[in-house]
């Protein structure tokens, strides 16, 4: 990882990111056509070649020659490799080239659809694709206002010194639940796989919610300049020292043994699931009240669930009892405002990128953004090893940055 | 370790009624339906079922009750943690519907055994519909890596009495929200057949 001078917020999209001028490419046939069999042409191909996993990209490409005349070029069929290529070429195909006396060349397209302007730019390069701007817009993907830029940076800084504080001995995740729209700490927590030394509020949850509900008194632009313990952190390069975080290692709690006979532990609980936990101690204790008042919302969470993520659509296209369903417990939230929803419209902050259990949990609690500063190479799962945020059959989809944090501010980690 | 063969598929059924029973306890305080027990030795050791509406914690899947039972009862009990890790070797999992991404995460931390699931859970399955995290082979980063740490697989069978949980969770879905300020439909009788 390189260090960096300054904060910088990045989206980690959906997809993949690559570099707009090297993205992955596939090779197809291609040949120039006659305009004025175009669109039989295209008919044909679109029966006996579809471009299933090709969506984006566009059948025709329009060139213009010297001298301003246009030639028309069609995409054929998908290249197969093969030392010869024009021996894969499918019988109906080499009918249809021979009955329009096509010539087929062989060409590079883009594999995955654009995901900005200037990957899409440079895609039309190689041969003309479609681009779709992301539909859902939440507030950061397409860039921060400085007001929102600073915010982030407090409450990522916030993050930062809650896991240098908790890892006295050893360094911990440590996970910030924040109501962005009042820019309020909800929950706070740090690893709690094990804790020998910090004993406080983990032994019932209404002892842990006071003191989660006291952090919003926090000043959050003077949390990060208290003193703690010093190191220029670069966590790859110094990884021997970060095994007790839990995301990081997840399967190693079992090497571990118990501090002293008093100590309590818990394998599964990473930063981010205790603060979950906190989180829904302080619902329950905020607004008390029958459990009715939100049946049947975070229960479709479990499984078959058939709905799209906006209330819009899903009022839209109610037809089948469980769009029905929602639909009344939608009216039940309008009405008693402001009770939160599970996490709905909270950020959470992470020192860590997520393993792929708490990554999901968070998908559960349909939290909005996640805000991460370090990746997970071995275990993390928003775009190291798994991508969450991208698997479209998930029924809540957050938005995930990563935030560069300069040299100097790393410097108060552990 | 034990091999791979079982005793019998009878007692597969006998541990998902037990499930099932548990699915149903679930349904009863208008809970979504889902239900497990984990078996050791061929002994129920615990129970769990879904507590999320209860607990407004979303994460609160039956296999996390369960789990934080187990624990629980273990740590009173004095064990280390390498005694726990060698406890849940030997622990079996049957839960009605296939565990959810964040638990199939769970169970291969823990490094359960053996999972048996009811039917499967196409929107979040973490053993084989969305990700497949019981496959200890499938998490490959995709960085260049040095050493991995030790990830564990788990051996994972789908649908056994599949029919049963989809059943559950049909009645919850027409059992309607009877606290609904405003109903959109009736609330529906359980229609036999």
């Given at each position: ?281 302080r619902d329950r204790q905020l607004y008390p009240g029958p459990a009715q008042d939100i049946d049947g919302f ?117 | ?56 914690n979303a994460t609160r899947h039956a296999e996390m009750e369960a789990i934080d039972d187990l624990l629980h ?121």
């Amino acid at each position: 990882m390189e260090g960096v001078n300054t904060w910088d917020i990045v989206h980690v999209p959906s997809k993949p990111r690559f570099p707009p001028d090297n993205q992955p490419t596939v090779n197809v046939f291609a040949s120039a056509i006659d305009p004025k069999f175009a669109n039989s042409i295209v008919r044909r191909l679109n029966q006996i070649a579809p471009l299933e996993n090709l969506r984006h990209v566009k059948r025709v490409r329009k060139e213009r020659l010297e001298g301003g005349k246009f030639q028309l070029s069609v995409i054929l069929c998908l290249a197969r490799d093969g030392e010869d290529h024009l021996k894969t070429i499918p019988a109906d195909m080499l009918e249809l080239t021979s009955s329009y006396q096509l010539s087929a060349f062989i060409t590079k397209v883009c594999g995955f659809p654009a995901s900005s302007k200037e990957e899409w730019e440079e895609q039309c390069k190689l041969w003309p694709t479609s681009y779709h701007p992301p539909t859902y817009n939440i507030d950061g993907i397409t860039g921060f206002s400085e007001e929102d830029a600073q915010s982030v940076c407090s409450f990522t800084r916030f993050a930062l010194q809650l896991a240098a504080i908790s890892g006295v001995a050893q360094v911990h995740n440590a996970a910030v639940i924040v109501d962005p729209s009042v820019k309020q700490v909800i929950a706070s927590a740090c690893d709690d796989v094990f804790y020998g030394q910090t004993l406080t509020e983990k032994t019932n949850s209404h002892n842990s919610c006071h003191e989660q509900i006291s952090h919003h008194h926090i000043d959050l632009n003077g949390a990060a300049t208290q003193t703690a313990p010093c190191s220029n952190g670069k966590p790859n390069e110094l990884k021997h020292h970060y095994g007790s975080v839990s995301c990081l290692h997840p399967w190693q709690w079992s090497k571990q043994q118990a501090y002293t006979n008093s100590c309590y532990w818990h394998p599964l609980r990473h930063a981010a699931i205790a603060a979950i936990e906190y989180s829904a101690a302080r619902d329950r204790q905020l607004y008390p009240g029958p459990a009715q008042d939100i049946d049947g919302f975070s229960e479709m969470e479990q499984v078959q669930s058939s709905l799209e993520d906006s209330p819009l659509k899903r009022q839209k296209t109610a037809k089948d009892k469980d769009d029905a369903r929602h639909e009344e417990d939608d009216n039940d939230r309008t009405l008693k405002l402001p009770r939160p929803y599970l996490c709905t419209g909270y950020d959470i902050y992470l020192v860590w990128e997520p393993c792929v259990m708490c990554a999901m949990a968070l998908v559960h609690q349909r939290v909005r953004r996640i805000f991460f500063v370090f990746p997970n190479t071995h275990a993390g799962a928003l775009g190291s090893v798994h991508r969450l945020q991208g698997e479209e059959s998930l029924n809540h989809h957050y938005a995930v940055f990563r935030v560069m944090v300069p040299e100097e501010s790393l410097a108060i980690v552990k | 370790m034990e091999s791979p063969s079982r005793s019998s598929s009878s007692d597969d059924y006998r541990y998902m009624q037990l499930a099932i029973e548990q699915a149903k306890l679930a349904l009863e305080t208008l809970e979504v339906p889902v239900g497990c027990v984990i078996v050791e030795s061929g002994e129920v050791i615990a129970t769990g079922r879904n507590r999320t509406t209860e607990t407004r914690n979303a994460t609160r899947h039956a296999e996390m009750e369960a789990i934080d039972d187990l624990l629980h009862r273990w740590q009173k009990n004095g064990l280390t943690p390498p005694q726990v890790a060698e406890k849940f070797s030997k622990c079996n999992l049957y839960v009605t519907c296939e565990p959810c991404i964040m638990c199939a995460g769970a169970l291969s931390i823990l490094g359960f055994n053996e999972v048996y699931f009811g039917c499967g859970n196409d929107k979040f399955g973490g053993c084989g519909s969305v990700l497949s995290l019981h496959s200890s082979s499938s998490q490959t980063p995709q960085s260049g890596s040095s050493q991995s740490p030790p990830k564990r697989g788990f051996k994972c069978t789908g649908g056994i009495m599949a029919s049963e949980a989809v059943a559950l969770f049909r009645s919850f879905y027409e059992q309607g929200n009877p606290n609904a300020p405003k109903p959109h439909r009736p609330v529906l009788h359980q229609l036999s057949q």
